[in-house]
């Protein structure tokens, strides 16, 4: 038999949150609210303690502008201040609709918008933002907008959105950088099996000629304002079969990794509840969502999709994730696991039967999909087990720095591990240093591409041994730098050496939850400095000095004594503080070296007396 797969997966315990509550039925009745209001509208209401913010669906975009990059744009580039605590991402830009920015941004600038959003926040525990078809990506765009602002303003308020026949949004990075925050739990995508508009930007702006982008035009409003659907239909009697099949060929390009370029700029973010008339089912899997949306797509045509884009209020009835699981006739046989069966009822309430081509296909894709999300809670209990095999590691590290601090060299455990000499305790230091690294880099990896729960990253058990190993390893990691000449090839290490690792767990740290012990001052130095940067900050600081004696450009050199003065003012205010350990003010240390160099500079050159005329000696304590 198979291995049984657990229920309580993300996407499953979503769908069943959605069935068992008014979220669905008190959205979209907000939505219908909001449509049948003025273009370009929206609409609040409060549900005791729960806040419903609707957009309209009757907006003007350009779906498919000139640009072949599918009008793509930095989410940070279109209104300053907007999008400035959104998360940049890596390598890759994180690029959304510029059409559809520009909506949101619209909203935002509205008076209104921003004194409904300030009583929301400041008198609701929570905020519902849903949107029909053009109004789906403003209410993504608002969540995201206030989930970001969130954690600079250390706001309560819980956040989710619900859309229904939105479009594509943003690009793969925009998709990562939304998992990573962990906020993916945060959207739910409603689909309906034809509706084209959720799959329409998978074809590239290049498939069409400048009339469609006026004939999609019409057709949206047909599609979300009924009273425009006769004129729609008529015009759109010839060319509407030939926009669905082009459509229908990139999806399906895409659903098998398929494609050009211009045919893999959007991709899916969050949890799609796909609806049918026999039920729904509910998919967080990017890659399965992708395929799903060809596989319920197959037998659909130009007249269905319009028909499916304006019927989410009957879908919305029938949602009820109870009815999937009790439905009594199926067609698996009895020597089955229970998990094919409920795949094969699953399978059934999207209307795909074993004879359907993609049935195969189709049952192989959300097998895999839910392995992955039911795994998360092994994954868990494995990296716990993996956790507690790394702390011998740690400890051999805690002892090496021990035995440097009381050495008689008086160089500490900085100084010590950057200028050793061959030696079996050096070499297993630095081992022991990259296994450590390994460990979290592969715990990163995994959380990142969904294999872990969802607040894994605000355990307190990871958050504080991910802070304890980035004050233990990140002093080692920059003696390496240094020892190894890297940063006369690439830079200073805090810009251009650091690991992502140890950005990623100053995140975590920044976003515990603070106790008022916390706050308290040390009577004693820490064990840790508690800057992991600090030694590179001293690197860059001696570098400027050395700087600064072969400078002969006044205003390089004024600045040059404006960062070195920043640095000084900073360590002697961490080490008043005793936020720093011992090794920090042993004699031979380099902060010590640093010190001493200052302080011969400036009782040595006039020069800075004109610059700092506060200058005397005996500042640098």
Known sequence: MKHETSPFESSETLATLLASTPLLEESWRLCSHANAAAQGSFSVSRVGEVAYVAFSAVQTVGIWPEDRRGNLVEIQSVCEGVFDSFPRGGEEAVMVHGGLLQLFV??????IFQQKILEIVNECKSVVFTGHSLGGPIASLSALWLLSNIQTNSSSITVFCITYGSPMLGNEPFSQVILQERWAGNFCHVVARHDLLPRLLFAPSYMFDSQFHALFQLWHLSMTAPYFGQIGLQILVEKKDELFNKVLACVACRSRGGGD????????????????????????NEGAIVKFLYFIMMKGSATSCIEDHLEYGKYVEKACWQYLLKRSSVD????????DAGITLALQSLELTTQEPAYGDAKDCLLKARQLGCNRNLNNAKMAVNLAKITPLRAQIEWYKAFCDDSDEKLGYYDS????????????????????????????????????????HKLPKYVNAAQFYKLLVEPLEI?????????KKKGHYIEHGRERRFKIFDKWWRD????????????????????????????????????????????????LLEKIEKFEQYASSMVNRKEVSIDVLAENSSY????????????????????????QDGMVQ
Request: glycine content about 6%; proline content about 3%; overall charge neutral.
């Open 106 to 111: 619209l909203f935002y600038n509205s008076q």
């Open 261 to 284: 370029q211009e045919t893999s700029l959007f991709w899916p973010f969050g949890s799609y509840l796909f609806c049918t008339d026999k039920g729904t089912i509910c998919l967080d």
């Open 332 to 339: 698996a046989c009895f020597d089955e696991s229970s998990n």
């Open 417 to 456: 591990f950057k200028l050793r000499t061959a030696s079996k305790k050096g070499t297993k230091v630095s081992l022991n240093r990259l296994r450590l690294g390994w460990f979290w880099d592969e715990l990163i990896n995994m959380l990142q591409t969904n294999k872990l729960t969802h607040d894994f």
């Open 479 to 487: 003696a390496e730098y240094y020892r190894n000449g890297e940063h």
């Open 512 to 559: 515990r939850k603070v106790g008022d012990e916390e706050n308290n001052p040390r009577s004693k130095f820490a064990s840790l400095t508690q800057d992991s940067c600090f030694w590179a900050r001293v690197e860059e600081a001696r570098d400027c000095l050395y700087q600064f004696r072969g400078e002969t450009e006044k205003g390089n050199r004024t600045l």
């Open 592 to 615: 010590n070296l640093f010190r001493e160099e200052w302080k011969e500079l400036k009782s040595q050159s006039q020069l800075l007396q004109p610059h700092f005329p506060g200058f």
